[in-house]
């Protein structure tokens, strides 16, 4: 029986038993709060792990690119918004793919809507409205706002669905109360714009979501659904943030000390910028990139020891660790990592049910390939005929869960 240690690594793992309570944790939560849940799935990218959100009460789904819609479409998620500002060029695969579902467009410019007209599917559509990120989304206050909406709702064809935002800049608070005090501007922003749009005669729905303001949040009036995505994994940023403990984190990476040198103060392991994301997570309570559980089924993390640096395949780790030891590191930001890597995933519970991403698994970099191409491709066809999915014989990370034999 293979178990955690034998691993060769490095290695993503996913902890199943953590992944169903915080899939069931934020149903409930949504539940409660009276909005429906439409999960973001770029955080996991994976058709077994969407079918436990849909077997949970997930009604719908979001996706931040084309290639994932089309690749949820073809295991039979159908209704499916594509939560990311209209690329004009996709316009027509992505009428093609709304032929055979309910795919939801995302728009917040003129030109968007523009080209909307101009192509005549009966497409459904969100407006994107910033509530205080700014990244994009139009300014709730402007008066472009109003006229646009106002188009939208009397363009014959296309489907108002209603207003979306994303409190992205949740992320960059330092402390609970601000999280709130944007999860609650993230709520009025579009409860308000909803009513103005209501007393214009214009009814449509109005979708929030972050994953730290979903933690926090205590009341969705005048929301209609919610979109976390990252809180099927969290990660080390959440951790910080207050939005989970260490102990309900479901993704890990699991590495081994391939270099200490005598005098030095670190080690290296096999987890460099390819297994882990270069992504800097928060600088509190200190910079690292990456946290190391001291005792993973408690949730302990070491306080001193972390992964500071990372190059492409080296990862240095503040401490001394002898050669062939192992420490499972707790990613800062486990969307970008579970993109970097394979998954192995574990039940703690039973460690025979192990599972392993169907076919055999490329190594890292072919992986960070196949991301690139999967961005980039226009359809899964012409993807597996010009990219290695052909010689690994499965669809990149979108392939099932198989049982390991
Ligand atoms: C438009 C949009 N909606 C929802 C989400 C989900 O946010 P989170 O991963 O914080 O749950 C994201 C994440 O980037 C997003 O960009």
Redesign the pocket.
């Known amino acids: 029986m293979t178990t955690v240690a034998d691993l060769p690594t490095p290695a993503l793992l996913l902890d199943l038993d953590r992944l169903d309570a915080n899939i069931a944790g934020m149903a409930d939560r949504c539940f409660r709060l009276g909005v429906s849940l439409r999960?973001?799935l770029?955080?996991h990218k994976c058709v077994e792990i969407a079918r436990r959100q849909r077997a949970n009460g997930a009604r719908g789904v979001?996706v931040?690119t084309l290639y994932e819609a089309q690749v949820f479409a073809d295991h039979g998620f159908h209704d499916i918004t594509w939560?990311?500002p209209l690329i004009l060029n996709r316009l027509q695969e992505a009428e093609r793919l709304a032929d055979r579902v309910q795919l939801r467009l995302?728009i917040d410019s003129q030109p968007a809507w523009e080209a909307l007209v101009r192509c005549g599917h009966p497409f459904h559509v969100w407006l994107?409205i910033d509530c205080g990120y700014h990244?994009?989304g139009m300014d709730p206050a402007a008066l472009e706002t109003m006229t646009l909406a106002r188009k939208l709702a009397d363009s014959p064809g296309l489907t108002f669905d209603g207003l979306?935002?994303?409190?992205?800049h949740?992320?960059a608070a330092t402390s609970r109360g601000e999280i709130k005090r944007i999860a609650e501007q993230e709520r009025r922003t579009v409860a308000d714009l909803r009513e103005r749009l209501a007393a214009d005669g214009i009814h449509v729905a109005a979708?929030v979501?972050?994953?730290?303001?979903?933690s926090v949040v205590t009341s969705l009036d005048g929301v209609t659904e919610a979109?976390?995505?990252?809180?099927v994994f969290y990660d080390a940023t959440q951790v910080a943030l207050g939005s989970c403990c260490a102990a309900t984190c479901a993704v890990t990476v699991l590495a081994s000390v391939v270099s200490r040198q005598a005098g030095a103060g670190h080690c290296v392991v096999d987890a460099g910028a390819l297994a882990m994301s270069k992504d800097e997570g928060p600088p509190r309570p200190r910079p690292t990139m990456g946290r190391i559980f001291a005792e993973y089924d408690s949730g302990v993390l070491h306080q001193e020891m972390h992964l500071r640096f990372l190059s492409q395949e080296h990862g240095i780790v503040t401490a001394p660790l002898p050669v062939g030891s192992r420490v499972r590191i707790l990613p800062n930001h486990s969307?970008l990592t579970t993109a970097c890597c394979k998954i192995s995933s574990h039940r703690r519970s039973s460690l025979q049910a192990y599972f392993q991403v169907l076919g055999s698994a490329p190594d890292l970099q072919e992986w960070g390939l196949l991301l690139q191409q999967a961005q980039r491709c226009t359809s899964p066809t012409v993807c597996s005929r010009s990219s290695p999915h052909e010689r690994t014989g499965h669809r990149c990370k979108y392939a099932q869960y198989r049982p390991r034999q």
């Not at 979306?164 to 992205?168: E, I, K, N, R």
């Not at 979109?227 to 809180?231: A, E, L, Q």
């Open positions: 999960p973001h770029k955080t979001t931040s939560a990311f995302t994107k990244r994009a979306l935002t994303h409190s992205g949740a992320y979708s979501g972050s994953t730290p303001a979903m979109r976390p995505g990252n809180y969307c």
